[in-house]
Nanobody, 131 residues
Framework: QLQLVESGGGSVHPGGSLRLSCAVS?????????MGWFRQAPGKEREGVAA????????YYADSMKGRFIISQDRANNSVYLLVSNLQPEGTAMYYC???????????????????????WGQGTQVTVSS
């Protein structure tokens, strides 16, 4: 069974940065089509932030997130990362990683991805931004 475990969240001041990690186990990393990062703010829907095709390493971002997030992967360590920069209070959310084995949702709609677009999820890591 595929398992995803996020880590790296925490509390930061506005303007701060965090590097979130997602460790993959239970399946060979290479059979995963794509990995995605999502966030869910209090009272809001879960939304797509960034994604990466694990084979080619091609990265994609929601239009509203470009310039503030960098997604990367380490295939040798079965891990995906999200560098979140210049965090502002509206960035306070639970951040989740997700995996799709067979056919990744359309990347041009990444900002509209929702929870039912991916079958495998981690438990999330909390990011809190406050002064």
């Amino acid at each position: 069974q595929l398992q995803l475990v996020e880590s790296g969240g925490g509390s930061v001041h506005p303007g701060g940065s965090l590097r979130l990690s997602c460790a993959v186990s239970g399946y060979t990393f290479t059979i995963i089509d794509c990995m995605g990062w999502f966030r869910q703010a209090p009272g809001k829907e879960r939304e797509g932030v960034a994604a990466i095709y694990t084979g080619a390493g091609a990265a994609y971002y929601a239009d509203s997130m470009k310039g503030r997030f960098i997604i990367s992967q380490d295939r040798a360590n079965n891990s995906v990362y999200l560098l979140v920069s210049n965090l502002q209070p509206e960035g306070t959310a639970m951040y989740y990683c997700a995996a799709e084995l067979f056919l990744c949702p359309a990347m041009h709609a990444l900002g509209r991805w929702r929870e039912n677009d991916f079958p495998y999820w981690g438990q999330g890591t909390q990011v809190t931004v406050s002064s």
